[in-house]
């Protein structure tokens, strides 16, 4: 049962350490903000929430998720402009993919009073955490955790749902270097690829280091069943200019995370007058692509770095580098998506939610 009451009490904190807070010099992912929102569900209902000081979380150790990973999360961006206006970036889309991930993961799904009118809430009394600067935002990451303190594999009955907030500063500056994966798997059809759940991250760290050893930054996840056809990097999806088309890895496998940024990316290349393709897109594709000189961009779209500039694509031995100073797509979508945020250009799609 979900209730659709706003029932969310605000306890504040007497001891606020804004102070540790340099925006200058912020270190993303170790200072949380003074605040968290959160909400316990217990047979079958959401209760109260309630907004109170950041602390350590205190929990039995057969705690289910700990064990099982029943955990998922989401991660949003909230922005302030010159003139000290707050806004989020779609936040709808990542509540609807917040339930599509709970459903998966057989937790509860979350009402929308608790997902959104928490975080509103929550952001309004934490704005002077929210760096102005370029580039700057204030990270929002909302998860649910399974709290049943008992260790047999089942759906938990008890819940926790959290927001906790985190300065960001500009993330992935340099273009990064990217091998294509023919060996490990993020995901199967059938799988849990598309949801935002903790254990496919703990999955991917393996495979990556191995490439870091090797000299690249991520890997570009390849098809489960035949390492043939790409997917998506990291916690970017990923698109290719090919001979002035933009091709995107297409979702229907269920083996893609359903990127915020890339759907917003579809919507406005195609307004710039971009063919955009949805599809399968092989490794064969590509190299062939390049080798005939009609591989012209390979760029990542993600909340964390919007979009991410790849000036080295590899497979194997096989070597593509990019001239970024030639890329014309990406640093044009970079700017759209940054303009309309920061206000220079119009919201025409109703995408910023103000505070
Ligand atoms: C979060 C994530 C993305 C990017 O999604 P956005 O909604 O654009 O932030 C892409 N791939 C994976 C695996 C992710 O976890």
């Given amino acids: 049962m979900i209730s659709n009451k706003i029932d969310i009490e605000i306890i504040k904190t007497s001891d606020s350490r804004i102070n540790q807070f340099d925006p200058q010099n ?14 316990h569900y217990d047979n079958g209902v959401w209760g109260k929430a309630t907004i109170e000081p950041f602390r350590n979380l205190s929990m039995h150790p057969a705690t289910t998720f700990i064990h099982y990973g029943q955990s998922i999360f989401e991660g949003i961006k909230a922005y302030k402009g010159a003139s000290g206006q707050v806004v989020i970036f ?3 889309e990542n509540y609807k993919r917040f339930n599509t991930s709970a459903e998966r993961m057989q937790m509860p799904t979350v009402p929308e009073w608790l997902f959104m009118d928490g975080m509103k809430q929550l952001i309004k009394i934490e704005k002077d955490w929210i760096p102005k600067e370029e580039d700057h935002s204030l990270y929002i990451r909302p998860f649910m955790i399974a709290t049943d303190p008992f260790i047999g594999v089942r759906p938990s009955a008890l819940y926790k749902f959290m927001i906790i907030l985190g300065p960001s500063g500009p993330y992935n500056t340099e273009p990064m270097k990217i091998l294509i994966e023919k060996d490990f798997t993020r995901a199967t059809p059938g799988g849990v690829g598309f949801a935002k759940n903790g254990g496919n991250y703990g999955a991917s760290l393996y495979p990556v280091v191995l490439a870091q050893k090797k000299g690249y930054d991520q890997i570009l996840w390849t098809d489960a069943l035949e390492h043939k056809y790409v997917e998506e990097v990291g916690m970017m999806n990923v698109m290719f200019v090919i001979d002035g088309k933009v091709i995107t890895p297409s979702l229907e496998r269920g083996t893609v995370l359903k990127g915020v940024t890339r759907a917003s990316a579809i919507i406005l ?19 062939t692509a390049h080798k005939s000189g009609k591989l012209e961009e390979v760029f990542g779209v993600g909340t964390a770095a919007v979009v991410s500039f790849i000036c080295r694509l590899a497979e194997g031995d096989y070597v593509m580098d990019f001239d970024l100073t030639k890329s014309t797509v990406a640093p044009k979508l970079k700017k759209k998506l940054n303009d309309i945020r920061t206000g220079l250009e119009e919201d025409k799609h109703g995408w910023l939610v103000k505070i």
């Fill in 26 to 39: 912020i270190q993303f992912g170790k200072l949380y903000s003074d605040h968290m929102l959160i909400a």
């Fill in 90 to 92: 779609r936040p709808e």
């Fill in 269 to 287: 290349l195609r307004e710039m007058g971009y063919t955009v393709e949805e599809r399968n897109l092989s490794i064969e594709e590509i190299v």
